[in-house]
């Protein structure tokens, strides 16, 4: 558990690493220091309630304890030539530390500042998690220490229009030259 611990650690550094690097890589006048993303549901870094969480049975065959609905989250502050958004959840901790992918939607639209609970695609297309389409609830092994679920939202300057179906490697790289904004969220969740 201890190793698993530093492991997480560990992604959850190179998870902002590559977002520092990934917006230092901006011109300035392109960046926005005030774009940011928050939930209704829960405080930044703070313990996710429990409808969060999927509702299959974990490995252990334990339940994940949740109704599988995916948070409600809103942003705001992305750079002016912002034309779509892109939104991941992942779970730097999960799989031995390897990462698990929870949600993965994008094609939001310019105007579109949020994506309501339970509505994960809402204006958008979705993507391929580690398990499903759209979204897929939280499920941290029984008795481990919380795990973080990070949530990324990307702006981008340009309407990709991209097909379904995408993982998180896939959307990342079709993005990549088009990223002119990102801002992150984080929760934790245990059982």
Not at 137 to 151: D, E, K, R, S
Not at 154 to 168: H, K, T, V
Not at 173 to 179: C, D, L, N
Request: hydrophobic content about 40%; some cysteine.
């Amino acid at each position: 558990m201890r190793n698993e611990a530093a492991m997480g650690a560990l992604h959850r550094r190179l998870a902002l690493v590559a977002s520092i690097v990934l917006t230092s890589a901006l011109p300035l006048a392109a960046r926005a220091d005030t774009f940011t993303v928050t939930s209704t549901a829960f405080a930044d870094d703070g313990l996710m309630p429990s409808r969060f969480a999927n509702t299959r049975l974990a490995p252990d065959g334990r339940p994940c304890g949740g109704q599988n609905v995916s948070p409600p989250i809103a942003w705001s502050g992305a750079p002016a030539a912002t034309k779509s958004y892109a939104v991941t959840l992942i779970d730097p901790d999960g799989h031995k530390g390897l990462g698990v992918v929870h949600w993965v939607a994008y094609n939001f639209p310019a105007g579109q500042m949020s994506v309501p609970e339970g509505r994960p695609t809402a204006g958008g297309t979705p993507g391929k998690t580690s398990e499903a389409s759209g979204y897929s609830g939280v499920c941290p092994p029984l008795g481990a220490a919380p795990h973080h679920y990070l949530i990324q939202v990307y702006a981008l300057d340009a309407a990709l229009d991209l097909a379904p179906g995408l993982d998180r490697d896939a959307l990342l790289k079709a993005i990549e030259p088009h990223v002119i904004g990102v801002t992150s969220y984080a929760g934790r969740y245990g059982r």
